[in-house]
């Protein structure tokens, strides 16, 4: 059993920057691949970005590839998302989640979920 827990989202202007943190608890985080996700009100859950539990290889959606950066820190149990040049489309709740298999992290079917972070970016 592994729980996540979001921080660090909140208002921003845009072309302005944001860190999300994501502090994880339980056994084994070293053990799962590790990713990031958005929804907006009415739509889908849309990946982000990815890393794998040894953050030897990074996957980034086209949307934010190049103003995004993914890592996580294994000793601390904690993974984040640094966004940068942030755009109004980038608003919306972002969660993260954690999954043993890597292709079931990017397909959205992870074993674990976070409660979700606001990001609001104005215009």
């Known amino acids: 059993q592994v729980q996540l827990v979001e921080s660090g989202g909140g208002l921003v202007q845009a072309g302005g920057s944001l860190r999300l943190s994501c502090a994880a608890s339980g056994r084994g985080f070293n053990d799962y691949h590790m990713g990031w996700f958005r929804q907006i009100p009415g739509k889908e859950r849309e990946f982000v970005a990815a890393t794998t539990g040894s953050s030897s290889s990074t996957y980034y959606a086209d949307s934010v590839k190049g103003r995004f950066t993914i890592s996580r820190d294994n000793t601390k149990n904690t993974a984040y998302l640094q966004m940068n040049t942030l755009k109004p489309e980038d608003t919306a709740v972002y969660y993260c989640?954690?999954?043993?298999?890597?292709?079931?992290?990017?397909?959205?079917?992870?074993?674990?979920w976070g409660q979700g972070t606001q990001v609001t970016v104005s215009s």
């Open positions: 989640a954690v999954a043993g298999l890597w292709n079931r992290l990017i397909n959205g079917r992870a074993d674990y």
